[in-house]
């Protein structure tokens, strides 16, 4: 009988300790060189692991940062895209041609310069819950008076993937809004990215 392969085995230990309670929500995952220290296996054993705990969501963690076992998944339903939220990380903006998408969106033409807005947010210890970004043409400012909004599927992507704290290809909830001025203009689109195993939508 082949021998278990040496990742599973450490997926397995881990896992146990997890459902045992002796690694709770929120603590640190072992770094691949403390796996690689205690199992006595290869880095690339210990990354391989990981990437099955990942997969199985339980754990979590972005990109750089130091993984945590997950809190047991608590499905969140977005109503209203343009709703605060209360919690944010790291936010950066770029001027960027714009996309196709984006460019009819704004009414302006395909690689016109925008400006992107990119913001982290998160829940209450800090975790990724979703990704808002912005795009706007460069110096407009215009109230909002209406929206359309439509919800897309899609892949994560490899930036977004690693900002919230999934695998890439997890499949993502893509809610695209519009926002008009009084004279019916478009004011900025919005892009809401939800990790769908974690996220429904139901737009009021």
């Known amino acids: 009988m082949p021998a278990e392969p040496s990742y599973r085995r450490v997926a397995d230990d881990l896992r146990r300790r997890i459902r045992d309670g002796d690694l709770r929500p929120g603590d640190p995952v072992p770094s691949r060189r403390e796996i690689s220290r205690r199992y006595r296996v290869g880095d690339g054993s210990a990354q391989r692991a990981i990437r099955v705990l990942r997969a199985e969501g339980l754990v979590t963690g972005r990109q750089r940062h130091r993984l945590v076992v997950a809190d047991t998944p608590t499905m969140r339903t977005l109503t209203d895209p343009d709703e605060p939220w209360p919690h944010t990380g790291d936010e950066w903006s770029d001027i960027t041609p714009a996309p196709g998408s984006i460019a009819a969106r704004l009414g302006i033409a395909p690689g016109a310069p925008v400006e992107q807005h990119t913001q982290e947010l998160t829940d209450a210890h800090g975790r990724p819950t979703h990704i808002r970004v912005t795009y706007q043409v460069p110096g407009t400012r215009s109230a909002a008076s209406s929206r359309e909004a439509v919800v ?15 695998d890439v290809g997890a499949l993502l909830l893509v809610v695209e809004v519009i926002h008009y001025t009084t004279a019916d203009e478009s004011a900025d689109a919005v892009d809401l990215l939800l990790p769908a195993a974690v996220w429904t939508v139901r737009l009021d």
């Open 152 to 166: 897309r599927a899609r892949a994560a992507e490899p930036g977004e993937a690693g900002v919230l704290g999934v």
